[in-house]
């Protein structure tokens, strides 16, 4: 059972689109990472959200990291190609290890 | 800076074979984890250190064993390859809150 659970698994879209992924879990974090993985590659961090409410802004991404500090949430506008990866959140609990999500694909079509 | 580096990046065994996986990093990391991804699970945690000498299991530790003779190695073995183990494996390091990954060793267990 994953303890963050990510939706949806795949998103496929047209340049230019926006796009949301959600990262819910019944568990509070300390703090919520986002990473990006392309194929053959490993995860490389996009964010780190700590406060719990915190918005936090990277070019055409935003990450919002929800109040009670058990989910979080991607926003991508106008998405390109080289959006395209592998989305995955991972839930700090203050024990030296991540929990991650299973992850959400997306593609954005040329 | 190489970063955190993995050897091999490809292998295949046959079932009751042993290998070692070798996990480098050059950022004089504390924290040092080893994870298997499978699709549509993320990344599951097998093992980890939180310091030279020291070592502690994951979500999914049977069948693996590791060693931290060294700040900046992490070894993983199978001692006994079963198919079950074929995985993309990825080693990562980390010295606070964000983790940093190696490319991978994708094993195939036959």
């Known amino acids: 059972t994953q303890l963050l659970e990510q939706s949806p698994q795949f998103l496929s879209i047209q340049e230019g689109e926006n796009l949301t992924v959600y990262c819910n879990s019944s568990?509070?974090?300390?703090?919520l990472q986002w990473y990006r993985q392309e194929p053959g590659e490993g995860p490389v961090l996009l964010v780190t959200?700590?406060?719990?409410?915190e918005v936090k802004k990277l070019k055409r991404l935003t990450f919002q990291f929800g109040d009670a500090r058990k989910d979080s949430s991607l926003h991508i506008t106008a998405a390109q190609p080289g959006d395209t990866g592998l989305y995955l959140c991972?839930?700090?609990?203050?024990?030296?290890?991540?929990?991650f999500g299973a992850g959400t694909t997306v593609t954005v079509r040329a | 800076n190489a970063g955190v580096t993995q050897t091999p990046k490809f292998r295949v065994l046959k079932t009751g074979q042993s290998m070692t996986l070798l996990c480098a990093q050059d950022?004089?990391?504390?924290?040092m984890y080893w994870y298997r991804q499978d699709p549509g699970m993320g990344l599951r945690l097998i093992h980890y250190?939180?310091?030279?000498?020291?070592?502690a299991k994951g979500e999914v530790p049977d069948g693996y064993n590791v060693s931290r003779l060294k700040k900046q190695n992490f070894l993983l073995g199978l001692e006994s390859a079963a198919p079950s183990q074929t995985s993309v494996y990825f080693c990562?390091?980390?010295?606070?809150?964000?983790?940093?990954f190696g490319p991978g060793t994708r094993l195939t267990v036959t």
């Open positions: 990562a390091s980390s010295g606070a809150y964000e983790q940093y």
């Open positions: 568990s509070v974090f300390s703090s």
């Open positions: 959200v700590v406060t719990g409410g």
């Open positions: 991972a839930g700090d609990s203050n024990d030296y290890k991540l929990s």
């Open positions: 950022m004089n990391h504390e924290y």
């Open positions: 250190s939180v310091g030279e000498g020291t070592t």
